[in-house]
Protein backbone atom coordinates (compact mmCIF):
# COMPACT_ATOMS: atom_id res chain seq x y z
CA UNK A 1 0.00 0.00 0.00
CA UNK A 2 0.94 3.24 -0.89
CA UNK A 3 2.13 6.23 1.93
CA UNK A 4 2.52 9.69 1.84
CA UNK A 5 4.64 11.97 2.10
CA UNK A 6 3.84 15.87 3.63
CA UNK A 7 6.46 18.31 3.98
CA UNK A 8 6.04 21.59 5.26
CA UNK A 9 9.02 24.07 5.95
CA UNK A 10 10.79 26.77 4.41
CA UNK A 11 13.03 26.50 1.57
CA UNK A 12 15.38 29.27 -0.54
CA UNK A 13 13.72 30.70 -3.28
CA UNK A 14 16.15 29.87 -6.05
CA UNK A 15 15.90 33.04 -8.02
CA UNK A 16 16.48 35.51 -4.52
CA UNK A 17 17.69 33.45 -1.96
CA UNK A 18 14.45 34.43 0.01
CA UNK A 19 12.50 31.70 2.66
CA UNK A 20 8.90 30.75 1.51
CA UNK A 21 6.66 28.38 2.63
CA UNK A 22 6.43 24.95 1.09
CA UNK A 23 3.69 22.70 1.22
CA UNK A 24 3.44 19.32 -0.62
CA UNK A 25 1.86 15.63 -0.53
CA UNK A 26 4.54 13.27 -2.66
CA UNK A 27 4.82 9.56 -3.58
CA UNK A 28 7.75 7.77 -2.03
CA UNK A 29 11.18 7.89 -3.00
CA UNK A 30 13.18 5.52 -5.15
CA UNK A 31 16.52 5.75 -2.99
CA UNK A 32 17.65 2.39 -1.50
CA UNK A 33 19.45 1.65 1.74
CA UNK A 34 21.41 -0.89 3.26
CA UNK A 35 22.39 -0.79 7.21
CA UNK A 36 26.11 -0.61 7.64
CA UNK A 37 26.10 -2.76 10.24
CA UNK A 38 24.46 -6.48 9.26
CA UNK A 39 22.03 -7.02 12.56
CA UNK A 40 21.03 -10.66 13.58
CA UNK A 41 17.35 -11.32 14.54
CA UNK A 42 16.88 -9.60 17.75
CA UNK A 43 16.94 -11.74 20.99
CA UNK A 44 13.70 -9.62 22.79
CA UNK A 45 11.42 -6.85 21.31
CA UNK A 46 14.14 -4.13 22.67
CA UNK A 47 17.02 -4.77 20.66
CA UNK A 48 18.88 -1.87 19.02
CA UNK A 49 18.94 -1.71 15.19
CA UNK A 50 21.88 0.09 14.96
CA UNK A 51 25.54 0.06 16.24
CA UNK A 52 25.03 3.85 17.58
CA UNK A 53 22.20 3.23 19.67
CA UNK A 54 22.19 4.07 23.34
CA UNK A 55 20.73 2.21 26.23
CA UNK A 56 18.22 4.04 28.79
CA UNK A 57 20.81 5.59 30.79
CA UNK A 58 21.93 7.48 27.70
CA UNK A 59 18.96 8.46 26.70
CA UNK A 60 19.14 11.76 29.06
CA UNK A 61 22.46 12.63 27.29
CA UNK A 62 21.39 12.29 23.57
CA UNK A 63 22.85 15.77 21.49
CA UNK A 64 19.25 16.67 20.56
CA UNK A 65 18.15 18.19 23.88
CA UNK A 66 19.38 21.62 23.66
CA UNK A 67 21.93 22.81 26.16
CA UNK A 68 20.12 24.54 29.19
CA UNK A 69 16.87 22.90 28.66
CA UNK A 70 15.17 21.54 31.34
CA UNK A 71 12.80 18.83 31.53
CA UNK A 72 9.73 17.90 33.59
CA UNK A 73 9.69 14.23 35.15
CA UNK A 74 6.70 13.24 32.66
CA UNK A 75 9.06 14.34 29.62
CA UNK A 76 12.05 13.13 30.76
CA UNK A 77 9.64 9.39 31.59
CA UNK A 78 8.38 10.56 27.73
CA UNK A 79 11.79 10.47 26.07
CA UNK A 80 13.39 7.19 28.14
CA UNK A 81 10.10 5.48 26.40
CA UNK A 82 10.43 6.72 23.13
CA UNK A 83 13.79 5.84 23.24
CA UNK A 84 13.25 2.40 23.93
CA UNK A 85 10.12 2.25 21.65
CA UNK A 86 9.58 -0.60 19.31
CA UNK A 87 7.23 -2.02 16.87
CA UNK A 88 7.32 -5.26 15.08
CA UNK A 89 5.35 -7.19 12.68
CA UNK A 90 5.92 -10.36 10.71
CA UNK A 91 5.28 -9.68 6.81
CA UNK A 92 4.41 -12.45 4.20
CA UNK A 93 7.59 -11.32 2.70
CA UNK A 94 9.56 -10.59 5.70
CA UNK A 95 9.63 -8.60 8.92
CA UNK A 96 9.34 -4.79 9.78
CA UNK A 97 10.46 -2.89 12.51
CA UNK A 98 9.38 0.42 13.97
CA UNK A 99 11.28 3.03 16.09
CA UNK A 100 12.44 6.31 16.87
CA UNK A 101 15.27 7.95 14.73
CA UNK A 102 18.88 8.30 16.25
CA UNK A 103 21.27 10.96 15.36
CA UNK A 104 23.87 8.98 13.19
CA UNK A 105 20.82 8.05 10.71
CA UNK A 106 19.75 11.58 10.49
CA UNK A 107 21.43 11.70 6.40
CA UNK A 108 19.38 8.95 5.15
CA UNK A 109 16.25 10.25 6.32
CA UNK A 110 17.13 13.57 4.58
CA UNK A 111 18.15 11.40 1.47
CA UNK A 112 14.74 9.82 1.75
CA UNK A 113 12.68 12.65 2.52
CA UNK A 114 14.19 15.15 -0.10
CA UNK A 115 14.51 12.88 -2.75
CA UNK A 116 10.40 12.21 -2.31
CA UNK A 117 9.71 15.97 -1.80
CA UNK A 118 11.79 16.26 -5.46
CA UNK A 119 10.02 14.07 -7.04
CA UNK A 120 6.21 15.42 -6.20
CA UNK A 121 7.24 19.14 -7.00
CA UNK A 122 9.30 17.92 -10.00
CA UNK A 123 12.26 20.03 -9.06
CA UNK A 124 15.45 19.76 -11.39
CA UNK A 125 18.28 17.45 -10.38
CA UNK A 126 20.53 20.45 -9.54
CA UNK A 127 18.32 21.60 -6.80
CA UNK A 128 18.80 18.52 -4.48
CA UNK A 129 21.55 19.17 -3.11
CA UNK A 130 19.86 22.52 -1.80
CA UNK A 131 16.60 20.39 -0.80
CA UNK A 132 18.69 17.87 1.34
CA UNK A 133 20.22 20.64 3.01
CA UNK A 134 17.42 22.49 3.68
CA UNK A 135 15.50 19.04 4.88
CA UNK A 136 18.53 18.17 7.12
CA UNK A 137 18.11 21.58 8.87
CA UNK A 138 14.37 20.66 9.35
CA UNK A 139 14.73 17.58 11.04
CA UNK A 140 17.53 18.70 13.05
CA UNK A 141 15.20 21.12 14.27
CA UNK A 142 12.35 19.10 15.01
CA UNK A 143 14.20 16.88 16.87
CA UNK A 144 15.23 19.73 19.62
CA UNK A 145 11.02 19.69 19.97
CA UNK A 146 11.55 16.37 21.31
CA UNK A 147 9.73 14.84 23.74
CA UNK A 148 6.77 16.41 21.78
CA UNK A 149 7.52 14.82 18.92
CA UNK A 150 9.42 12.10 17.71
CA UNK A 151 10.94 10.83 13.84
CA UNK A 152 9.90 7.12 13.09
CA UNK A 153 12.09 4.87 10.68
CA UNK A 154 10.88 1.59 9.38
CA UNK A 155 13.55 -1.27 9.05
CA UNK A 156 12.73 -4.19 6.80
CA UNK A 157 14.39 -7.70 6.20
CA UNK A 158 13.30 -9.47 3.59
CA UNK A 159 12.59 -13.66 3.79
CA UNK A 160 14.84 -14.49 0.95
CA UNK A 161 15.03 -17.63 -0.62
CA UNK A 162 13.68 -20.26 2.02
CA UNK A 163 13.69 -23.17 -0.16
CA UNK A 164 17.36 -24.02 -0.18
CA UNK A 165 19.16 -26.56 1.14
CA UNK A 166 19.85 -24.54 4.96
CA UNK A 167 17.70 -23.83 7.54
CA UNK A 168 16.55 -20.42 6.29
CA UNK A 169 18.29 -18.15 8.41
CA UNK A 170 21.38 -17.80 6.04
CA UNK A 171 18.88 -17.48 3.09
CA UNK A 172 17.55 -13.77 4.70
CA UNK A 173 18.76 -10.66 2.97
CA UNK A 174 20.14 -7.77 4.80
CA UNK A 175 17.96 -5.24 7.08
CA UNK A 176 17.13 -2.21 5.51
CA UNK A 177 15.91 1.23 6.09
CA UNK A 178 12.66 1.33 4.29
CA UNK A 179 10.37 4.45 5.09
CA UNK A 180 9.57 7.10 8.16
CA UNK A 181 6.92 9.12 9.41
CA UNK A 182 6.98 12.00 11.53
CA UNK A 183 4.36 12.66 14.55
CA UNK A 184 4.09 15.78 16.70
CA UNK A 185 2.32 14.42 20.23
CA UNK A 186 1.14 18.22 21.40
CA UNK A 187 1.38 21.94 20.82
CA UNK A 188 4.53 21.91 21.95
CA UNK A 189 5.66 19.49 19.26
CA UNK A 190 3.45 21.36 16.86
CA UNK A 191 5.21 22.40 12.95
CA UNK A 192 5.28 26.47 12.88
CA UNK A 193 4.31 25.98 9.33
CA UNK A 194 1.37 23.22 9.41
CA UNK A 195 -0.33 22.86 5.88
CA UNK A 196 -3.85 24.12 5.09
CA UNK A 197 -6.60 22.65 6.39
CA UNK A 198 -4.67 23.40 9.07
CA UNK A 199 -5.12 20.37 12.18
CA UNK A 200 -5.37 21.87 15.67
CA UNK A 201 -2.07 22.47 17.44
CA UNK A 202 -2.69 20.64 20.90
CA UNK A 203 -3.96 17.15 18.78
CA UNK A 204 -1.10 14.70 17.09
CA UNK A 205 -0.32 14.86 13.64
CA UNK A 206 1.54 12.77 11.75
CA UNK A 207 3.23 13.75 8.47
CA UNK A 208 5.94 13.33 6.15
CA UNK A 209 5.68 9.44 5.85
CA UNK A 210 7.94 8.01 3.00
CA UNK A 211 8.45 4.40 2.24
CA UNK A 212 11.44 3.31 -0.22
CA UNK A 213 10.32 2.50 -3.49
CA UNK A 214 11.35 -0.51 -3.87
CA UNK A 215 9.77 -1.76 -1.03
CA UNK A 216 6.86 -0.56 -1.16
CA UNK A 217 3.33 -2.32 -1.44
CA UNK A 218 4.55 -4.57 0.86
CA UNK A 219 2.46 -2.92 3.89
CA UNK A 220 5.86 -1.36 5.51
CA UNK A 221 3.67 1.82 5.30
CA UNK A 222 0.19 0.19 6.67
CA UNK A 223 2.58 -1.00 9.43
CA UNK A 224 4.48 3.09 9.90
CA UNK A 225 0.61 4.08 10.57
CA UNK A 226 -0.13 1.93 13.14
CA UNK A 227 3.33 2.40 15.05
CA UNK A 228 2.36 6.28 14.74
CA UNK A 229 -0.94 5.62 15.99
CA UNK A 230 0.48 3.34 19.19
CA UNK A 231 3.10 5.78 20.17
CA UNK A 232 -0.09 8.64 20.18
CA UNK A 233 -2.23 6.34 22.07
CA UNK A 234 0.98 6.09 24.92
CA UNK A 235 1.87 9.46 25.31
CA UNK A 236 -1.29 12.07 24.33
CA UNK A 237 -4.71 12.15 25.80
CA UNK A 238 -6.19 13.72 23.17
CA UNK A 239 -7.79 10.20 21.69
CA UNK A 240 -7.27 11.78 18.21
CA UNK A 241 -4.67 11.85 15.45
CA UNK A 242 -4.84 14.13 12.48
CA UNK A 243 -3.10 13.93 9.02
CA UNK A 244 -3.40 15.52 5.13
CA UNK A 245 -3.96 13.51 2.36
CA UNK A 246 -3.97 14.69 -1.02
CA UNK A 247 -7.40 14.68 -3.08
CA UNK A 248 -5.45 13.04 -5.89
CA UNK A 249 -3.53 10.45 -4.39
CA UNK A 250 -5.94 7.43 -4.56
CA UNK A 251 -3.72 4.34 -2.62
CA UNK A 252 -3.26 6.48 0.49
CA UNK A 253 -6.08 7.64 0.73
CA UNK A 254 -7.71 4.05 0.47
CA UNK A 255 -5.05 3.18 2.79
CA UNK A 256 -5.96 5.58 5.67
CA UNK A 257 -9.56 4.96 4.76
CA UNK A 258 -9.03 1.46 5.49
CA UNK A 259 -7.40 2.67 8.81
CA UNK A 260 -10.97 4.28 9.81
CA UNK A 261 -9.46 7.67 9.25
CA UNK A 262 -12.27 10.24 7.96
CA UNK A 263 -12.11 13.19 6.34
CA UNK A 264 -13.17 16.54 8.68
CA UNK A 265 -12.40 18.87 6.20
CA UNK A 266 -11.21 19.83 2.48
CA UNK A 267 -9.02 22.90 0.82
CA UNK A 268 -10.92 25.37 -1.25
CA UNK A 269 -10.37 25.33 -5.15
CA UNK A 270 -8.02 29.03 -4.02
CA UNK A 271 -5.11 26.60 -2.89
CA UNK A 272 -4.95 26.10 -6.64
CA UNK A 273 -4.16 29.56 -7.28
CA UNK A 274 -0.60 29.46 -4.76
CA UNK A 275 0.42 26.00 -7.12
CA UNK A 276 -0.75 23.75 -4.39
CA UNK A 277 -2.89 20.16 -4.43
CA UNK A 278 -6.30 20.36 -2.36
CA UNK A 279 -6.07 18.24 0.48
CA UNK A 280 -7.87 16.59 2.80
CA UNK A 281 -7.71 16.73 6.62
CA UNK A 282 -8.63 13.74 7.68
CA UNK A 283 -8.81 12.06 11.16
CA UNK A 284 -8.91 8.89 13.51
CA UNK A 285 -10.47 8.45 17.32
CA UNK A 286 -7.96 6.50 18.87
CA UNK A 287 -7.54 4.09 22.35
CA UNK A 288 -6.05 5.57 25.09
CA UNK A 289 -3.20 3.45 26.73
CA UNK A 290 -0.46 4.10 29.32
CA UNK A 291 2.89 3.77 28.74
CA UNK A 292 4.80 0.44 29.91
CA UNK A 293 5.83 0.50 33.17
CA UNK A 294 9.44 -1.01 34.17
CA UNK A 295 7.99 -3.75 35.35
CA UNK A 296 6.08 -4.87 32.65
CA UNK A 297 9.33 -4.19 30.59
CA UNK A 298 11.51 -6.33 31.84
CA UNK A 299 8.81 -9.28 32.52
CA UNK A 300 8.41 -8.99 28.34
CA UNK A 301 12.28 -9.33 28.28
CA UNK A 302 11.61 -12.46 30.52
Not at 33 to 58: A, D, E, G, V, Y
Not at 160 to 170: E, I, L, V
Amino acid sequence: MAATLSLSFSSIDPQNHRFTTVTTTAAKTTRRFTLSTPLHKPPNPHFKLSSSSHSQSQTLTDPFIKPGKFLTNTELDTLQHLESYLYSHQLKSGTVWVRVMRDSEVDAIVCLLAESFAESMMFPKGYIDVLRFLVKQYLIERRTSMPHMATLIAFYRGNGNRNGDGDGDDDEEEMQLAGTVEISFNENGANSNLPSPTPPRDSPYICNMAVDKPLRRRGIGWHLLKASEELISQISSSGEAYLHCRMIDEAPFTMYTKADYKIVTTDSVLVLLMLQRRKHLMRKKLPLKSMPSETDVSSSDE
